[in-house]
């Protein structure tokens, strides 16, 4: 991918998350709409550089074939970004909520079980669509 590229995918990625997570945020805790719109958008932003950095990284390991990664692939993929977010979200969320360690961890869990679901499948629907675009694969073939 060309940094370009990445810089989309990442923006991408980020504003469907965004608007998915501050609204189910709302609904899971009951907080100030705007407080937790405001933690979204500062998560969303260090998930942005965290994706970017990490999917470099994660490239240069594995290669940039992306269509044919195996599901397997794309669940380790998405188990390792989302341990990476656990890790640089955890104190944010505390900070932000003034929430107890067990709460926070228990909300943070949550999104990552949310997040792991959802960049699996984002990604790969991406690659399908981008390798689609690109007209290197002919269609999948109905039967």
């Known amino acids: 991918m060309s940094i370009k590229e990445r810089i989309f995918h990442s923006l991408l990625f ?13 609904l899971i805790t009951k907080q100030d709409p705007l407080k937790m719109t405001g933690l979204a958008v ?14 470099l990284a ?4 594995y290669g940039s074939d992306r269509i044919n990664r195996t599901l397997a692939m794309r ?4 188990i390792a970004f989302e341990v990476g977010m656990l890790v640089f979200s955890f104190p944010i969320i505390m900070a932000v909520l003034q929430l107890d360690f067990w709460t926070v961890l228990a ?3 949550g999104a990552v079980i949310f997040f792991l679901i959802y960049a ?9 669509v981008k390798d689609r675009i690109s007209g290197s694969v002919p269609p999948v073939q109905q039967v």
């Open 14 to 26: 980020e504003a469907v998350a965004l608007i998915l997570l501050a609204g189910l945020a709302y």
């Open 42 to 55: 500062t998560i969303s932003v260090v998930a942005m550089i965290w994706n970017y950095l990490f999917n």
């Open 58 to 61: 994660f490239d240069r390991m």
């Open 75 to 78: 669940i380790g993929h998405g």
């Open 107 to 109: 909300l943070d869990f």
């Open 120 to 128: 699996v499948i984002f990604n790969w629907v991406y690659d399908v």
